[in-house]
């Protein structure tokens, strides 16, 4: 009875790992890019996804969408051909505080649950500290 058992684990196993059609893979780690510590002046906001059809099927993303209005992302409107890669861009709006978003990508790879991959931005906006022309000039006659 283990034997059979295990059989069909191992068969079920290698149906599912060899499926075929567009599979969806990002190259980065835990599909996530960090901004860091930014100035709203210093930074467009702009990051783009780079991602690979690792699949035997033409790869079509259907949508991307963020969590709030203050993200925007732009996807591929054609299909992406196996092999190929591709890029999904995101603009956020700079609002000053901490980043923490996640955008949907719905498409049709088999290798992600129901076709859905998350995306996600971090970092911290900081305002850029203004320095008072009178205050410098206070500081350079202190020094003399």
Sequence with gaps: MKKILFVAFVMINSVAFAQ???KIMFKDKDNTI??????KEGDSGLR????????????LIT????????TVADFPKEA??????GFIEVKYNMNPGPIRKTITVES???NVEAGMSALKIKGEVIVKKEV???E????????S
């Excluded at 960090?34 to 100035?39: I, L, N, Q």
């Design 63 to 70: 949508n991307a969408k963020s969590t709030c209005g203050c």
């Design 48 to 59: 783009k996804f780079e991602f690979t059809n690792i699949g035997d099927a033409p790869l």
């Design 80 to 85: 992406i051909m196996p092999g190929k890669s």
């Design 108 to 110: 049709n790879a088999v």
């Design 20 to 22: 075929s059609g567009a």
């Design 132 to 134: 008072n022309p009178l």
């Design 34 to 39: 960090d901004y860091g510590t930014v100035t």
């Design 136 to 143: 410098k000039k206070q500081s350079l006659l202190e020094k």
